[in-house]
């Protein structure tokens, strides 16, 4: 068996996933070849590591509590995995090999069944190949257990926890993601207001301008002097001139107006904001004062 064979197949023999045939050119070949054993080391490592992730671990969504047969499932998948963990295997203090009649040595599955690895605790290598071949064993390890432990591929987010509920920190972020869009004003900071009278008709409006870290300013406006129980709109002007009916909303029967209204636009493009009749009536224009 050459190196390259041998590298290519050393993640799946430090997890007994070769068929003995393979697995026994293989240990032959790491009898001789100190390179392969060193790498052989640190796939037994990552496969411990991989063996010691339960296999719930892996799943994609939170589990439903209501999910009768999920549930049952989840629950045999820890009761199988618990009662197959032990004691982690005794690290070697160092070499063991020894000679046996005909050159062989008795320290690889091919030959004894013994899963002593008399190359162990050797220096290890820092350069980048070997941090991908270590990836590469991670996945191969990775596979593996998932075989070996019934093919349950049940991804990622889940945990144990006291009261046998999950965690759910991914769906969590969503959430939080989700609401802060719906919500203007969290993380908000003050912005100019503006300030607008119909001299005719002695209609005011004043608004309150503040900044949200999602990218919508929040609009609060009070108005006052509008004509009572009509409908309006809410016209927002950039510094293009472009228009945008943000809302149509309804005065009160006293002709006051007192509504919020997030806006996506950028704190420096909003130059007036109108009140005006469906028909397009202007009845009045706050701007930067």
Do not use: W
Not at 24 to 47: F, G, I, N, Q
Not at 147 to 154: A, E, F, K, N, Q
């Amino acid at each position: 068996m050459t190196e390259m064979q041998c590298r290519e197949l050393v993640g799946a023999y430090a997890v007994g996933a070769l068929e003995p045939p393979e697995a026994a050119r293989l240990a032959d070949h790491l009898l001789s070849c100190t390179r392969c054993r060193h790498e052989l080391d640190e796939a037994e490592e990552t496969a411990a590591i991989m063996a010691a992730v339960p296999p719930e671990a892996f799943i994609d969504e939170p589990a439903d509590p209501n999910d009768a047969i999920f549930m049952r499932a989840l629950h045999d998948i820890r009761l199988e995995a618990f009662e197959q963990s032990g004691p982690p295997p005794r690290q070697e203090a160092g070499p063991q090999l020894r000679s046996v009649p005909g050159g062989r040595q008795d320290s690889f599955p091919g030959y004894s069944g013994q899963k002593a690895r008399s190359h162990r605790r050797r220096p290890r290598a820092g350069s980048a190949s070997q941090q991908r071949r270590t990836l590469a064993f991670a996945g191969a390890a990775a596979a593996a257990v998932l075989v070996l432990g019934g093919g349950v591929l049940i991804g990622s987010g889940l945990g144990d926890s006291d009261d046998g509920g999950t965690k759910t920190a991914p769906v969590a972020k969503q959430t939080q993601a989700t609401s802060q869009a719906a919500d203007p004003g969290i993380g908000s900071a003050n912005l100019p207001g503006l300030e607008g009278e119909n001299t005719t008709t002695k209609a005011k409006l004043t608004v309150d301008v503040s900044s949200a870290d999602t990218g919508y300013l929040s609009l609060n406006l009070d108005g006052s002097n509008l004509p009572a129980g009509q409908d309006v709109e809410i016209v927002v002007s950039d510094t293009v001139n472009n228009d945008t009916v943000v809302d149509t909303v309804k005065v009160s029967a006293a002709g006051v107006l007192d509504e919020t209204k997030p806006v996506k636009m950028a704190p420096t493009e909003l130059t007036t904001v109108t009140l005006r009749t469906a028909a397009g009536e202007i009845l009045v224009t706050a701007k930067r004062s």
